[in-house]
């Protein structure tokens, strides 16, 4: 909503999070997202407020103020169960509109990315995606957005004075949940779907979970990822191996998947997922900075790469210079056989 | 010359003509560029040797440029590039309208992929046993649902030798009846390896026609300086001579500086004056 | 069945460099290309004419030279083009851009199905398809990675998510975005090309779509981007080894692996 006075603009207050709920429980970047609204709220004297739509996960509020939400709004309904955009989307605006939020965050998962663009349309708000960075300007309060723009490779720090609530998304793992506090409590604010709610609403068949098929690049402790100088799906056959005896993972640059070479959930970066591993090992990855901002909180990062120019080479803790099809076998054969001779002894 | 390994209607000179890219913004101008070349091959008696989105940038099909603007493809004198990125229905497509235009060589490699490009896939190829189609697939592919079509495969002398000798022979198994090499620019010993170990195999070698010889240095796998000095006539002049039983492949030819030099240079010219 | 595909056209992203000592954009001599992710949202407009009958229009919002994004959208097979172009609509957000594009469906007498790619690969928001649906009242669905069947009054889709997808049916007239997964984009035929080339692309202004001038181009939009700067970016150390001779490297490496304890 465009603010027509200093005096409306105050009336918004507190800082919302819309929790991800899936399945009946609450998502891990529902916290993250807690910790982050914590940390304004705290910066504007005001209250984390969490919007908890789904289908029997009322006994999971109480994990919502351990990680710092002072009220939950809950929405428990059979038809929240599946994600439905206009469902969804008609039950924040009429919340919104009742109580004024100042902030409100979400997680750019499939869900948030497809929702608070509807929301923010509706609501004529301003909203950043997946941003990396949250902060209150000290100066007058408003919420200032940091988010890679042009492919990653500026910051770009943004902000919308003149609208309210001031709406942002974050994609899981950019920001840290912090420590819960067992047995911290708060106000749950019930709410229901009401019959205007559920107008021009599209039918939800059904949903297949298809585990397995997920590939977990945020559960691995060890990362082999592969850029354009894999040269094709050969090259990320070859990185599967290097990844199964490691007991890793097999992570992609954006150019490698735009190429076809392997599916985008193995996709790191900006675009793709975020990872925090034990160690990285990016073979031929130039890092583009959309794919390093992914993955630069990694422990220990290797790059191997026949350029020992590039920003991934640089940025790393262990840079092999050299022939990819030549250093990635011999790697595999020696780790073989110290881990034969380990096994022997 | 005693003894030609070039076969019977296979004329020496393979011009190589790029057709105009998806992209253009003077479309119309570069068909009418493409004619012109086209044509002028034809009346040399050269090859005009179209290539299939080279370097991955998507372009035009050469059959689509011939058919769509009314050329005239005279018989042997059309060689059409054709690699691996395509869906099978393109595939099927090319080959098809190929026939349509009395054209029966290609020339089968693997080519470079864009995100733009799809890939054919083992099963399309009937080679469910391999990981991903390369030229062997495809040329194979070709020759046994379209045995009309004589398939050329590609040759690289860059490359580790005894593995692109291996390849080699596993191109020739799956049918292939020429070979292109990559741009050579003096004598080179893998070549002379592959018409001594290969007497009967029809060799084409590639002449680079373009005064940046730099821009061979991906090719070659090292670096050649920007400054380099290169005079792309005499080298030809020169690969003539070394290689006198070979074809040769021109890339880059600059139409409008070269092509009478060139044209004077050719024995089939010659006779078809 | 009236489908419009909006579409956009974005800077070639391997082109998109940043000039190390003014850390800006360097903008001159990057290509314009149709937004990837919007050929899929083309050729799926295109088949899905091809199966119901109908018509595909193309749209997009953009300076001039966007007429050749356009241009690639015809030539894959939409039936007619409309780009937005005026000063007004400059520096629109997400926001301002989705209204937009709702006024000029509008204008264009609606659609019974507007489809759009996932997201534009230079701002990467995936913000205006939602946004358009949201101007339109319409029923939305994102991340489509098929489309199982259109009738005169619906639309069945699956829908990706990170733990499988849904099943919906959606009434329409409806927006969906989609995914890489949903089909492999044609390429343009040269007669398709040639003749895209010489048609006539409708260029609109805002009193063309009705825009109401207070909810267009940059004073429209509730983001502005207040800063930019190089993206901070860890410092380390970097232990370089030498892997002329691949066995020698490799053992180096894997001592490091096993010395510090992380394999």
Redo the contacts between chains.
């Keep these: 909503m465009k603010i027509q006075s200093e005096q409306e603009k105050s009336s918004y207050k507190n800082v919302w999070t819309v929790a991800e709920v899936a399945n009946g429980a609450v998502h891990p970047v529902s916290y993250e997202l807690i910790g982050a609204a914590r940390r304004l709220a705290d910066a504007r004297g005001s209250q984390v407020w969490t919007v908890a739509l789904g289908c029997g996960h009322t006994g999971e509020a109480g994990s919502l103020f351990a990680y710092g939400a002072d009220k939950v709004i809950l929405v428990d309904d059979s038809r929240l169960e599946a994600f439905n955009d206009e469902l969804e989307c008609n039950i924040l605006q009429r919340l919104t509109i009742r109580y004024r939020p100042e902030i409100l965050l979400c997680a750019a998962t499939s869900r948030g990315r497809a929702l608070i663009p509807r929301l923010a349309g509706k609501l004529h708000a301003g909203l950043t995606a997946d941003c990396t960075g949250l902060a209150i300007d000290p100066g007058n309060g408003d919420l200032l957005q940091t988010r890679p723009a042009f492919g990653g490779n500026i910051m770009a720090t943004i902000r919308s004075s003149e609208y309210r609530p001031q709406m942002a998304t974050v994609r899981p793992k950019v920001m840290s949940a912090p420590e819960p506090l067992p047995g911290r409590t708060g106000e749950i604010i019930r709410e229901t779907v009401e019959p205007g709610d559920v107008f021009k609403v599209k039918e939800i068949l059904q949903s297949v979970r298809q585990n397995g098929s997920a590939v977990s690049l945020g559960d691995a402790r060890i990362i082999v990822a592969g850029g354009r100088a894999m040269k094709g799906p050969e090259g990320f056959v070859l990185l599967e191996r290097f990844a199964s005896l490691v007991g890793g993972a097999v992570g992609a640059s954006r150019a490698a998947v735009d190429n076809g070479w392997i599916s985008y959930p193995h996709q790191v970066g900006q675009t793709g997922a975020t990872v925090q591993t034990d160690v990285y090992i990016a073979c031929g990855i130039s890092g583009q900075i959309q794919h390093l901002i992914g993955m630069q909180s990694c422990k220990t990062i290797i790059a191997i790469d026949v350029d020992d120019t590039t920003p991934m080479m640089k940025l790393a803790d262990i840079a092999v210079k050299g022939d990819l099809f030549e250093i990635i076998p011999a790697v595999i054969k020696e780790i073989e056989t110290v881990k034969s001779k380990q096994e022997k002894a | 010359m005693e003894k030609n390994n070039t076969p019977k209607g296979f004329p020496a000179f393979h011009v190589e003509i790029i057709p105009p890219k998806?992209?253009s913004?003077k479309?119309?101008d570069d068909l009418t560029l493409f004619a012109a070349k086209f044509e002028r091959v034809m009346a040399s008696g050269f090859t005009a040797s179209i290539t299939d989105n080279a370097m991955g940038l998507?372009a035009?099909?050469g059959h689509?440029?011939i058919e769509?603007l009314g050329l005239k493809a005279r018989p042997g004198q059309v060689l059409i590039h054709l690699n691996t990125f395509h869906?099978k229905e393109?595939l099927e497509e090319i080959l098809t309208a190929c026939q349509r235009l009395g054209i029966f060589s290609v020339l089968a490699i693997s080519g470079d992929?864009?995100?733009?490009?799809?890939?054919l896939k083992p099963a399309e190829m009937e080679a469910e046993e391999t990981?991903?189609v390369t030229s062997v697939e495809l040329i194979r592919y070709i020759r046994r649902h379209y045995p009309l079509f004589t398939v050329g495969a590609a040759f690289n002398p860059y490359e580790p030798e005894k593995h692109e000798f291996e390849k080699l022979d596993r191109k020739l198994e799956a049918g292939a009846a020429f070979v292109i090499t990559q741009p050579i620019i003096e004598k080179n010993s893998v070549v002379d390896r592959l018409l001594q170990d290969y007497p009967e195999l029809p060799v084409t070698v590639e002449a680079w026609m373009s005064k940046k010889l730099y821009l061979l240095s991906d090719v070659v796998g090292y670096p050649i300086p920007e400054d380099a000095v290169f005079d792309p006539i005499d080298t030809l002049r020169r690969l003539r001579d070394i290689y006198p039983l070979c074809g040769t492949y021109l890339s880059l030819l600059g139409f409008k500086t070269q092509y009478e030099l060139i044209e004077a240079m050719s024995p089939e010219r010659r006779e078809a004056r | 069945m009236k489908i419009v595909v909006c579409v956009k056209q974005v800077p070639a992203t391997a082109d998109a460099r940043i000039d190390p000592e003014t850390k800006r954009i360097i903008r001159e001599g990057t290509k314009a290309v149709l937004n990837p992710f919007d050929l899929y949202a083309v050729e799926e407009a295109v088949r899905i004419r091809e199966r119901a009958g109908g018509e595909v229009i193309a749209l997009s919002m953009g300076p001039e030279n966007a007429k050749n994004s356009l241009i690639e959208a015809l030539s894959m097979g939409a039936d007619r083009a409309v780009l937005l172009c005026d000063r007004a609509f400059g520096g629109s957000d997400t926001w301002a851009t989705g209204y937009a594009l709702s006024k000029a469906i509008e204008a264009l007498g609606g659609a019974d199905l507007i489809i759009c790619g996932k997201q534009a690969v230079d701002g990467d928001t995936a913000q205006v398809g939602p946004g358009i649906a949201a101007r339109l009242d319409i029923m939305q669905a994102a991340n489509v990675s098929k489309v199982e069947d259109v009738d005169p009054g619906h639309i069945r889709v699956c829908r990706s998510n990170e733990y499988g997808y849904d099943l919906l049916r959606l009434r329409l007239p409806a927006l969906i975005t989609v995914l890489k997964d949903i089909n492999i984009p044609r390429i343009p035929t040269l007669k398709n090309a040639r003749k895209a080339r010489q048609a006539d692309i409708a260029v609109w202004t805002p009193s063309d779509i009705g825009a109401d001038p207070g909810l267009i181009g940059l004073n429209a939009s509730p983001t502005r981007v207040v800063k930019t700067e190089p993206p901070a970016l860890r410092d380390s150390v970097t232990l370089h080894i030498d892997g002329g001779e691949p066995e020698k490297a490799a053992a180096a490496l894997a001592g490091e692996l096993f010395g510090r304890g992380l394999l």
Aim: glycine fraction near 4%; aromatic fraction near 4%.
């Design positions: 998806q992209d913004v479309l119309e998507l035009f099909q689509e440029c769509e869906t393109t992929g864009s995100p733009r490009l799809p890939k990981e991903a």
